[in-house]
T-cell receptor, first 116, second 112 residues
Framework: NAGVTQTPKFRVLKTGQSMTLLCAQD?????MYWYRQDPGMGLRLIHY???????AKGEVPDGYNVSRLKKQNFLLGLESAAPSQTSVYFC???????????????FGPGTRLTVL | QKEVEQDPGPLSVPEGAIVSLNCTYS??????FMWYRQYSRKGPELLMY??SSGNKEDGRFTAQVDKSSKYISLFIRDSQPSDSATYLC????????????WGLGTSLAVNP
């Protein structure tokens, strides 16, 4: 049981390049999330998904696209990277069936992205 | 005004000290209150959660919620160097809204 995994762990891009970040979870969770974390800004929600085939915008969606073609995977795409997208990106998942009834989110290890 | 306010610190304490971490919030609709711990270069992990008001204890950790004051706290007793991390508070409304509202996190260093 690997939990939430993210690929790649590190990446350096040049301005204007594109890339896709992959998130995978093996906990059969319905909900998945993409966050970015920046010093002084905390965790900010980019996009999220409440089920296979569905996506929704979060707090800072501009410049990103997402897809949830399979329940276990959530992809985050940057079509034309900008230096402002230099950040640490975290994927998380959660389940509405969590016994606690809370929104316990399980996080991946993060992807460190630098855009030059 | 941010919905959740949290002093980023940093906070530095000697080993064995009692640590108090706090968040304030403005939205009275929040029902679930969580504390996540994030070690350096790792993802956050859930430490404790509380529903509505009251206290919850788990080993050396105690979470308190005071809804009348819109204030939550995390206490760490007998702090250890392994407690050195960033502590993030998070909150959510009841019902189908699955989005968490996060504090900025407080950086804690426990010195041996």
């Amino acid at each position: 049981n690997a939990g939430v995994t993210q690929t790649p762990k590190f990446r350096v891009l040049k301005t204007g390049q594109s890339m896709t970040l992959l998130c995978a979870q093996d906990m059969n969770h319905e909900y998945m999330y993409w966050y970015r974390q920046d010093p002084g800004m905390g965790l900010r929600l980019i996009h999220y998904s409440v089920g296979e085939g569905t996506t929704a915008k979060g707090e800072v969606p501009d410049g990103y696209n997402v897809s949830r073609l399979k329940k276990q995977n959530f992809l985050l795409g940057l079509e034309s990277a900008a230096p402002s997208q230099t950040s640490v990106y975290f994927c998380a998942s959660s389940s509405p069936l969590e016994p606690s009834g809370t929104d316990t989110q399980y996080f991946g290890p993060g992807t460190r992205l630098t855009v030059l | 005004q941010k919905e959740v306010e949290q002093d980023p610190g940093p906070l530095s304490v000697p080993e064995g000290a009692i640590v108090s971490l706090n968040c304030t919030y403005s939205n009275s609709a929040f029902q679930y209150f969580m504390w996540y711990r994030q070690y350096s270069r790792k993802g956050p992990e859930l430490l404790m959660y509380t529903y509505s008001s009251g206290n919850k204890e788990d080993g050396r950790f105690t979470a308190q919620v005071d809804k009348s004051s819109k204030y939550i706290s995390l206490f760490i007793r007998d702090s250890q160097p392994s407690d050195s991390a960033t502590y993030l508070c998070a909150m959510s409304r009841a019902g189908n809204n699955r989005k968490l509202i996060w504090g900025l996190g407080t950086s804690l260093a426990v010195n041996p």
